[in-house]
């Protein structure tokens, strides 16, 4: 098993640009999560989707959004990208079992806006 | 939101030394968890603790949990240099949630000197 796969690993963008981040998991998990990570910090949640077809906000929603359309995959859009989404991404998933919510993360995506 | 603060956050000790994080919380929660992350990388779940349980151990490391003090510590034992990394404790957003989201502190930056 892959477990949680992120593509692409690394990606430079000039502010304005588009682009989308793919997060893929094989563990048939129905919760999956996207993070990101500035230096020093902890996670802040952007979106995340507790299924197939549905989504919600996180802490820090602007500026990004996001498509459950198959259940392994969850992708995560910036429509025009700002120097303020300069940060590390991080994909999860989980399967809550009684309240209890144990993720499985991918290894990241090092995004940097010029 | 409840979020969990890490302490200190940073900490330094020799090898085979034994290494102490605490981590606070703000309201009732139950359950607790504590992640590792090695420097670019992305997190790994280490243990789970439930609020009816006062301490858990999982090979060298040991986890307590006291809910009248909204506190956890996790100990590591015999520190290697492999333990180099970041540690976060998370929470759920709510108690009576669905644990839908778990709320990650800013973790402690542990090194192993040799």
């Known amino acids: 098993n892959a477990g949680v796969t992120q593509t692409p690993k690394f990606r430079v963008l000039k502010t304005g640009q588009s682009m989308t981040l793919l997060c893929a998991q094989d563990?048939?998990?129905?919760?999956m999560y996207w993070y990101r990570q500035d230096p020093g910090m902890g996670l802040r949640l952007i979106h995340y989707s507790v299924g197939e077809g549905t989504t919600a906000k996180g802490e820090v929603p602007d500026g990004y959004n996001v498509s459950r359309l198959k259940k392994q995959n969850f992708l995560l859009g910036l429509e025009s990208a700002a120097p303020s989404q300069t940060s590390v991404y991080f994909c999860?998933?989980?399967?809550?079992?009684?309240?209890?919510?144990?993720?499985?993360f991918g290894p990241g995506t090092r995004l940097t806006v010029l | 939101s409840q979020q969990g603060e890490e302490d200190p956050q940073a900490l330094s000790i020799q090898e085979g030394e034994n290494a102490t994080m605490n981590c606070s919380y703000k309201?009732?929660?139950?359950?607790l968890q504590w992640y590792r992350q090695n420097s670019g990388r992305g997190l790994v779940h280490l243990i789970l603790i439930r609020s009816n349980e006062r301490e858990k151990h999982s090979g060298r490391l040991r986890v307590t949990l006291d809910t009248s003090k909204k506190s956890s510590s996790l100990l590591i034992t015999a520190s290697r240099a492999a333990d180099t990394a970041s540690y976060f404790c998370a929470t759920p957003e709510g108690v009576y949630s669905s644990a839908s989201k778990i709320i990650f502190g800013s973790g402690t930056r542990l090194s192993i000197r040799p």
């Open positions: 309201t009732s929660i139950n359950n």
């Open positions: 999860a998933s989980s399967r809550t079992s009684g309240g209890y919510n144990e993720q499985f």
């Open positions: 563990m048939n998990h129905e919760y």
